[in-house]
């Protein structure tokens, strides 16, 4: 790697110009397999972003304790364990966090989706009903009235 320190930039290995201002490489010449695009750039941060995926669940897995688990799940116990513990914090009565380990497992599990649906698809409640019935009564005293000033309006200019 050489460096220009007129410019501010250096010569990686692989023949890409990087400029020490703009933190970025600035030149490509003459391309190569090794040179840094914008789909490598893509691919290598994908291919780190599934490392830390990997070293992150078998951390997980490393520190589960309870060898039953670690026989029927394998590499997963890691996840039941959690399961294990989010239930028992969502059925603990006084635990300000029950609810939101409740949430957690319904959306982990898809039961959420499956309560949404059956939401959607359920009737309307009593109480939304009534308030449409009174708006819908609302709209017919209103054209009523705007009718009967019409006629009025009209009884008025024949007469006057």
Do not use: C
């Not at 030149?27 to 750039?41: D, E, L, R, S, V």
């Not at 291919?47 to 997963?76: F, M, N, P, Y």
């Amino acid at each position: 790697m050489s460096t220009d320190n007129e410019r501010g930039t250096k010569v990686l290995r692989n023949g890409a110009v990087y400029d020490m201002g703009k933190h970025r490489i600035v030149a490509n010449p003459g391309g190569g397999t090794t040179a840094i695009t914008k789909q490598t750039a893509s691919d290598m941060a994908e291919i780190r972003r599934q490392r830390k995926q990997q070293l992150l669940e078998a951390g997980a897995a490393s520190a589960v304790q309870r060898g039953d688990l670690r026989l029927a799940h394998g590499d997963d116990a890691w996840i039941v364990e959690i399961g294990s513990n989010m239930q028992v914090k969502a059925t603990t009565q006084d635990d300000p966090k029950a609810v939101e380990a409740a949430r957690f497992l319904f959306q982990e599990t898809g039961r959420a989706e499956a309560r949404t649906q059956a939401h959607e698809q359920a009737p309307v409640s009593d109480t939304v009903a009534a308030v449409l019935l009174l708006l819908d009564r609302l709209e017919r005293y209103r054209v009523d009235y705007v009718d009967a000033q019409a006629r009025d309006a009209d009884a008025d200019r024949e007469g006057g």
